[in-house]
């Protein structure tokens, strides 16, 4: 087998057979007016699947709370009308031989008292945070925390009730998992704070409370990240040794798969080794791990990146570094970046430009 070859082989992955070692990252498009998906949403996807994408996971999409939203026409995973745009967005990736996962979301403090799109919620989030004098995050309540463990678990059975191949739970980036996870922004002093293992305990508690709601066998996706948007030398873990406490608990709680977000696939997660995040959480866990991060593109920028070859990257996969490979930006030029790889040509891949962010062909 060639490598190409592996990346276009189906997988099995515990319960999760997949059509290829193709992702699509997770990415916000802000195309679906009050929370429900259309069809040009449902054509976007399907369009990915029909190019040989294996598995799409989904751009965020919100839990039940009024304050989840930190941008504009993002999806919903509840009520019957963003449901049924996503039963026929499932249908249609389905329909072109691909999966589909939702990424299950709260921004978390990223909204703010007066800010787009709920400008008279206060956002919430582990701490308080005042601006000008007036309280813009709400530091969340044991019950707001047991609220939206709920609300998460909630998010997860609709997405399985509908049809959807599994979920990812997004605890990267900075939003409302990471936010707790984080010593920068959780200053917590109860139970969900202070020390490491009580940082992890909204992640682990909404893990568990997901796996409740799904039952085993579904399989459940965690996203995180070391870097934050607004930090990009942040990090959770300083060492293998850090990052197996808070890698276990959360497959204990029931993870599956470790979707471990980089900037540059490439960067090197610890001193000594060439093993990158993904590759890391696998050799920790045992569990099967998603790469990310400037695959297929010169740089990791959001204004601009040329398309590169991923013979480097298939020579990881090949050595069972990580199991699964997702691309963001190269997917979002070109719908056709997976066919175009699979058939050497690169040549024919569209760079990627910030014009791409408002397109959704
Ligand atoms: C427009 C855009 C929206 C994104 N939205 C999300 C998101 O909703 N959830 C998430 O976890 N990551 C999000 N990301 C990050 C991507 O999933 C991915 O990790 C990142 O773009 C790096 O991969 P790439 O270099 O292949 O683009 C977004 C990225 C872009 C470009």
Known sequence: MTLTELLFAPVQLGNLRLPNRVVMAPMTRSHSPGGVPTAEVAAYYARRAANGVGLIITEGVLVEDEAAAGYPDC??????????????????????????????????????????????????????????????????????????VAAFAAAARNAQRIGFDGVEIHGAHGYLVDQFLWEHTNRRADGYGGNF???????????????????????????????????????????????????????????????????????????????????????ITGCPAITVGSIGL?????????PTGIDPLLERLARREFDLVAVGRALLADH?????????????????????LNRLD
């Not at 909204?111 to 309280?135: F, M, Y």
């Not at 010169?298 to 040329?306: E, F, G, I, K, L």
Request: glycine residues 8%; charged residues 25%; proline residues 7%.
């Open 75 to 148: 999806p919903h995973l509840y009520g019957d009308a963003a449901l049924a745009g996503w039963g026929r967005v499932i249908e249609a990736v389905h329909a072109a031989g691909g999966r589909i996962m939702p990424q299950i979301w709260h921004v978390g403090e990223t909204h703010r008292l007066g800010a787009d799109p709920c400008p008279h919620i206060a956002g919430l989030g582990p701490s308080e945070v005042v601006e000008d004098g007036k309280v813009v995050v709400r530091a969340m309540t044991e019950a707001d925390v047991a609220r939206l």
């Open 197 to 283: 293992a009580n940082r992890l305990r909204f992640a682990v508690e909404i893990v568990r409370a997901v796996r409740e709601a799904v039952g085993e066998g579904f399989p459940i996706v965690f996203r995180y990240s070391q870097w934050k948007p607004q930090d990009y030398q942040a990090r959770l873990a300083d060492t293998p040794e850090q990052l197996e406490k808070l890698l276990l608990p959360l497959r204990e709680a029931g993870v599956d798969i470790f979707h471990a977000s980089n900037r540059r696939y490439q960067d090197p997660e610890f001193p000594g080794s060439e093993l990158n995040l993904a590759g890391w959480s696998k050799r």
């Open 298 to 306: 010169d740089d990791p920028s959001w204004t601009m990146a040329n």
């Open 336 to 356: 056709a970046w997976a066919r175009k790889i699979r058939e050497g040509r690169l040549a024919e891949v569209t760079p990627y430009t910030k014009a791409a």
